[in-house]
Every structure is written in C-alpha cells, then in structure tokens.
C-alpha cells in the first residue's frame, strides 16, 4: 500500500512539474525569445538602430546622419538596458514583402547641406558602422576568415562610407553607401508552410543614380528599376558626399531558404571574434588555479593541524609560558581595527555587489540575458543591486555591532550613499561629456531621474531594513577575550610590511581571471556579444576559492610573525586585484583599442575605474569574510587560559 502512495505521489508530482513548466513556457517568453511564423507577403518592418564606432566608442541616433526618414519616427519601446547603452531603436522607410524578392527600389533623395555634409564625413572618417534590425535579428555583413575557412561570419552593421580617390587622381574623396542589397534568410516549416526569419545581411554599396526627371510619387532610374539585373558593373561610378550633390538612397532585397532553425539563429552572430575564444586556455587557466589552490589549501591543513595539537598539548607543560607564533596574539586579534565604521561599509557593499554578480550569472546561465534580449543584461544588474541593499545593511550592521559601534543609522546611511555615490559622480561626469559630444549614449534626464528613485526610493529604504534587523540579532561574540592594554607590534621584515604583502596577493586572483577578462573587454569596447556565461561563473567561482585561500595563507603568516592587525588587511589583499586589473585595461587600450578621440578615452578610463572599483570591494569583501572564517575557527580550536 504504502509502494503505491510513494508511486502514485510522484507521478502526481512530475505531472504537477511538467504542466507548471508548460504553462510557463506558454504564458511567459522574453521579447525576441518567442519565434514569429511568417506568411508570404506578410509585411516586414525594418527597424533602425544607433550609429556605432570602436574607434570613438560615442553612439549616435541612426537619424543624425541625413538618411531617409518615415514621416514619422516612433521610438520602440526600450528597455532600461537599451537607453543606458546608448540604443535608439526606431522605425524605418525600409518594408519588405515576406518572400517576395524586389528588384531596385528608391528610398529617398536628399540634398545634404554644409552640417549634413560634415556629419556624413566625420562619420566616414571615425569608421561608423549602422545598425538595422529585422525580427529582432541585426543586420550584419558577411566577411571573410582570415584562416581562409569556408564557415561565415559576420560583421555588426555596414560601414556609413569609405575614403578614396578617382583613378588617376591624389585628393581623397568621401564616398557614401547609398544602395543596401539586402539578403533575408528563412526557415520553412513543411507542416504549416509558414517560415521564421533565421538571418538578416546586407552588403553596402555606393552608386552614383542617375534619372530624366524626377517623379516624387513614383522615381524612375536608369541606374535603377525593377528590370536592374547587375547593378555593380565596371563602369558604376560611387556617390560622393558633397555639400548640394544630390544623394539617391535605393535598396533591393533577395529571399533565400536555410537550414538554420529558429532556436539556432543566433549562432552565426556569435562565432564573430576569429575563434578567439581559445576554450583550451580557459581550461587551461582553471586547471592552473585549482591545482595552486589544492596545493595551498593541504599545505594549510597539515600545518594548522600540527599548530593546534602543539598548542593543546603545551598547555600541560611548563612551555606553555614560552607561547609563540599566532596563539601569542589571541588577546589582540579580535581588537577592533582603526576605522572600524568604514570597514563595515566597504564589507556591506561588497554583500551586495556579490548578490548582484551571483544572480545575474544564474539568470545568464538560464538563458533569460541572451543576446537577443537586448538591453537585458544591464537591467537585471541595475534592479539586481537596488534590491540586495537588504544584504548590505544586515551584514554591515551586524559586524558595526561587533565592533561595539553605537552610530547605525550614521554607518547605515553611509553603506547605502558611498559607493552608489562614488558610481554616480564619476558616472554624471562621463554623462556631461558625452552629452558635449551630442551622442546618443548620453543618458537622457528622465532616465537619470528614474535611476535617482531606484536608488532613494527602493535601495536606501532596504539598506536601512537590512540594517534594522542585523541590529535586533545579537552580537556575534569573540571566541577569545581582548586585553586592555594593546600589544605592541614587532618588527615585520621586509616581505611581512603591508605593502609588499598585499599586491602580491592580488595577483593570484587576477590570474584566474585575466583570460576571461580579455573576452569580457572585447564585448564592451569592440561591440561583440558575450555569451559564455557557463565558462564566466566556473571563473567567478574559481575566482572565490582564490580569494579565500590567498588571503588565509598570507593571513596566517602575519599571524604567525605577531601582527594582529589583519582586518583591513585581508580585506586589501584579495581587493588589490582590482590593481592589476587596472593595468591590464590600461594594457588592453594600448594594444587592443583605436581610440583616438580625448574624450573617448577618458569615457574608456572613467567606466574601467568604475569596474576597477567594484571588483575591488568584490574581491576585498571575499578575501574578508574568508579571513575572518579562518580566524574565528583557529581560535576557537586552542585552549586558552
């Protein structure tokens, strides 16, 4: 009877679990996740998005440069992702027909003036690339491997123009791509006979059009009309940018069928970096890093273990008045350290930026920020931190009560203003400047007002929620009682001082994660997608244990040479990673970047010194916590009188 309960219990439970998930895959899908079915001459609207430049890094509206506009531009809705990142999506005056292939068609004709002309120059010059969007794909260009190998891949967008000269002529000339021949991919479903869209490219060209007359209603080229086979021949001559020189903007587009699913289209755009994903070197690093912490961690067991029982053993004997080594400071470890108040705001934050970072991964690693959610991954990292400001008031009050402080609402107000503080100011300076540049990746007021009451309204109230209850728990009590009296510190030698002994244990953390570093830089600054979440959290993970063991081990030698002042210490050593991650994006600007533009460069430093600054409040709060594991558990295994 009771086989058949358990039984008849579990096939009600997974019946329960199957039709939850579902109902959950019906009812709630990311946008661009769910795929469209498409019939054939169902209309296809072409959305435009920003205008993009890894030699200057400013975003501009699509709409800056003078390109054909509808005769009126709806903004789609954006997410908070897509505005800080500088994505303007709009409406086009590019319509397709599903499946049905047109031959040359005008867009438009315009007759820059003198700004438009200049706008259209330097965006030339600065190698901006514009960016379309077809169901929720974006258009890319096909190039060549440099391997030589057969398989495609694709560049972001098309370039605005280029530069040359006519033949037999010096003097450089600004050409403009004016016709856009796209080519749309479909997958056919054989049961429905309906088809979803699997790639989107396109492949600029720059045409001087030439017509009779001029038909607003309908315009007729010669150089361009449905009988056009071979528009590209010999003979075609490029439309140049010239103030009052009439630019004829045309497009065509060609359908054709592959074997790509829907649930695969998003592989091609992300085979982009020339196989710069060396999986073997990640793995390679990991296998590094792991290895260094098995050897780290038995050398610490072994040596901790024959401190213990040496210690226990001695309190028998008359030796025990000749202490040595760690035991001799256990009435000065637990001694409060100076600025106290500061270390527990530092600590608070660092709860939170740990929360933030750990649920953002599992949200990538579910597939909820992929690519095609675009926008998503900020979100979710900005809403994601107002919310565990919970953590960082609870854990930061409960360490202030340590300490014996009697200032928590003076402490709690300061873990909940000083690092978002830090973050904005030099976050509304990069804003000003980008804002001088006129790019569109300046963030507009009503978002930076909608960011100030996600920070007052929401992240402030919880700071002082987590702090009121870290305060109603009781104190976390000290497994050894401090003396009165403070003990004087010996002399340190040279590998012992501070300095010394915490960068060297930030470079261990910034090697486990210094490869995957390079990816992450790559993504931001040279517009590629980042996708291996999987391999990112085995790094952030990896990163945890190094931080924890680097700043044990060197913990333990301070320790051991009696110098109890260990608690902005342990907190300095895993944090001073953030150093040389520093460097290393210093590095990477020189090697890696074409940034010519001053302010483009200080864009660059100005976000690197905010991600510098959070990962070392990250890492510091990791090796802190790690620390004080550590210190607690050795001094609560020896007998002391």
């Not at 209309?43 to 975003?59: A, D, E, H, I, R």
């Not at 004829?248 to 069928?257: A, G, I, L, Q, R």
């Not at 660092?350 to 579910?366: E, H, N, R």
């Amino acid at each position: 009877m009771k086989k058949t309960k358990g039984s008849s219990f579990r096939f009600y439970a997974t019946l329960f679990l199957y039709s939850l998930s579902f109902s959950l895959s019906r009812a709630f899908y990311l946008p661009g996740v769910a795929p469209r079915d498409f019939q054939k001459g169902d209309p296809l609207y072409v959305k435009v998005n920003k205008l993009s430049s890894t030699k200057t890094q400013l975003p501009y509206d699509y709409y800056y440069l003078n390109y054909c506009k509808p005769s009126k531009i709806l903004n789609n809705a954006e997410n908070l992702g897509e505005v800080l990142r500088g994505d303007r999506i709009e409406n086009s005056v590019y319509t397709f027909q599903m499946l049905e292939d047109q031959p040359c068609k005008v867009g438009c004709r315009v007759k820059p003036d003198a700004e438009s002309t200049k706008n259209f120059k330097e965006k030339i010059d600065d190698e901006y690339r514009a960016n379309m969007i077809l169901d929720n794909l974006p258009v890319a260009v096909l190039r060549q491997r440099r391997d030589g190998s057969q398989s495609t891949t694709y560049e972001h967008g098309f370039r605005v123009g280029f530069k040359g000269s006519y033949e037999g002529s010096k003097e450089e000339k600004y050409f403009i791509h004016n016709h856009l021949s796209f080519r749309v991919m479909y997958h056919r479903d054989q049961e429905s006979d309906s088809a979803r869209i699997v790639g989107f490219e396109v492949t600029p060209n720059s045409i001087l059009h030439e017509y009779k007359e001029w038909d607003e209603n309908n315009p007729q080229l010669t150089t361009c009309n449905k009988d056009t086979k071979n528009l590209i021949q010999s003979t075609t001559v490029p439309q140049e940018v010239e103030e009052g020189k009439e630019i004829v903007f045309t497009y065509d587009v060609s359908f054709k069928e592959s074997e790509i699913k829907w649930a695969s289209r998003w592989d091609t755009y992300l085979l982009m970096n020339d196989d710069q994903i060396h999986w073997f070197s990640i793995i390679n690093s990991l296998m590094i890093v792991l290895f260094l912490s098995g050897m780290v961690a038995m050398i610490m067991m072994r040596t901790l273990y024959k401190d213990i029982s040496n210690y226990n053993q001695l309190e028998t004997q008359d030796e025990a008045q000749e202490e040595t080594g760690w035991k001799l400071v256990h009435g000065d470890v637990f001694r409060p350290p100076v600025n106290s108040g500061l270390l527990c705001v530092y600590v608070g934050t660092g709860v939170q930026i740990f929360g933030m970072s750990l649920v953002t991964m599992m949200f990538a690693l579910l597939g909820f920020l992929s690519p095609s959610n675009r926008g998503g991954l900020m979100t979710a990292m900005v809403l994601l931190w107002v919310f565990m400001g919970i953590f960082a008031g609870y854990s930061s009050s409960r360490l202030h009560k340590m300490f014996k402080g009697n200032k928590w609402k003076r402490m709690t107000l300061k873990t909940a203003f000083m690092f978002p503080g830090i973050l904005f100011a030099i976050f509304f300076v990069l804003n000003a400047l980008i804002w001088g540049e006129q790019s569109s990746g300046a963030i507009p007021f009503g978002t930076m007002i909608a960011l100030f009451c996600l920070w007052f309204g929401i992240s402030v109230p919880l700071v002082f929620v987590g702090s009121y209850l870290g305060y109603k728990k009781p104190a976390i009590e000290d497994p050894v009682k401090t003396n009165k009296i403070p003990r004087q510190v010996p002399e340190q030698p040279w590998y012992m001082k501070p300095v010394f002994s915490i960068l060297i244990g930030g470079i261990l953390p910034f090697g486990a994660v210094f490869i995957e570093l390079f990816f992450i830089l790559t993504s931001i600054w040279l517009n590629q997608f980042y996708y291996i979440f999987g391999f990112l959290f085995i790094v952030f993970l990896i990163l945890i244990v190094t931080c924890a063991e680097i700043t044990v081990v060197l913990c333990y030698f301070q320790l051991c040479s009696e110098d109890y002042n260990w608690w902005w210490r342990a907190y300095l050593t895993a944090g001073s990673s953030a150093f040389y991650l520093f460097l290393y994006s210093i590095f990477y600007f020189f090697t890696k970047l074409e940034i010519t533009k001053l302010v483009s460069g200080m864009l660059y430093f100005g976000y690197m010194i905010i991600i510098s600054y959070a990962f070392f409040v990250l890492t510091g709060t990791i090796g802190f916590y790690a620390c004080f594991w550590f210190v607690r558990k050795i001094y609560s295994s020896v007998k002391i009188d």
